[in-house]
């Protein structure tokens, strides 16, 4: 499958595509507003997996350039840019694609992070209501320690999250995050239930900040 | 200690007070709107520690009754019963007794459960607002399995989140979690980041809904 990763420049952008890259045997490309940037950091994921023996093309261009095409597209931006995103790659999205939102809106306050989700009632909803209509969302990739994914010596073994309303779609993006290694993809049913998943990040957050040894924290459900 | 669980007749209530029972050696009272069913579910818990070569001494009151000279009053009560009961037992409370918020406000819909806060923020927070103002709210025990927490032949090994104002009364508390074996109290920052521990209960449910394996399922951070 070929990956689109918008934004995936940022931290958890970097994770996803390096993981995947290694991983797995999908194309990986990466999406930036500035396409030099998309490029320089694809070139450094590259040099990073040459380095571990890895040898794999990953390409970066501007947002809308890496969606078309993409059979997956992951919208790893901050909550704030998602809706405009979404609009500026609309066109380029096939029908059949995957859109997938790994975002969280968040305020911080005294003592910690609160969960601040848009009026749509989570980032998922509002990337449903932004997209075209023929276009699939998933909830998913929202809880993830980017650190920890980023550093290909870490070991994961870590939950994530997949929530929406099309349970084919929910299986293939499950599948795509158990394509990396030690991520176990749990169904956390439909669309609805999508502001308490994204709730679980600025709870993490709040556990790294308030407990020793936690600066990285994941979460598994057992 | 002298534990008061008020509701202690119910599932959270009964957990709490076989562990409590079984690991430790503080005294355990259990409350109820009625006295009758206090007692005897209090004789049901003796009943199970002693079967398993454990002579405890569990009594049962009406609510206030059960808080009055207990250090710990654990309101283990539905979330639409909490402030009642809280005015019920607040001229019997100590000055220095830690009272401990385990509810969560949910509602269900189609496909699973939504967290539905009182308009104080949390139910933690409703608690603050309805205590005396001496009196020290921690929230704690959100999260937990109950019917694991119910079955003493279940090995636990789940984590607990503890969210408070007051870091004195936070460390008793989760020293009072950890005197349960297999349970790990982790500290979520101050009473304003209460609602994102409490949404972690709706999640759960969720998780436990919509995945085989899982009808019972806890969490741990790492």
Known sequence: MRIALLGGTGDIGEGLALRWAYDTDHEVVVGSRDPERARAKAEEYETELDSRGVEKKITGFENAMAADRADVVVLAVPPYHVADVVEEVADRLDDDVLLVSPAVGMQK??????????????????????????VTVIGAFQNLSADRLANLDVELSLDTLVVGDDEDAKRNVAALAEGIEGLRALDAGPLANAAEVESLTPLLINLAIHNDGLHDVGVTFE
Chains 1, 2 share one sequence.
């Open 109 to 134: 306050g005294a003592g910690g992070f609160r969960y601040n989700p848009p009026s749509a009632g989570s980032v998922t909803e509002l990337v449903v209501e932004t997209a075209p209509d023929d």
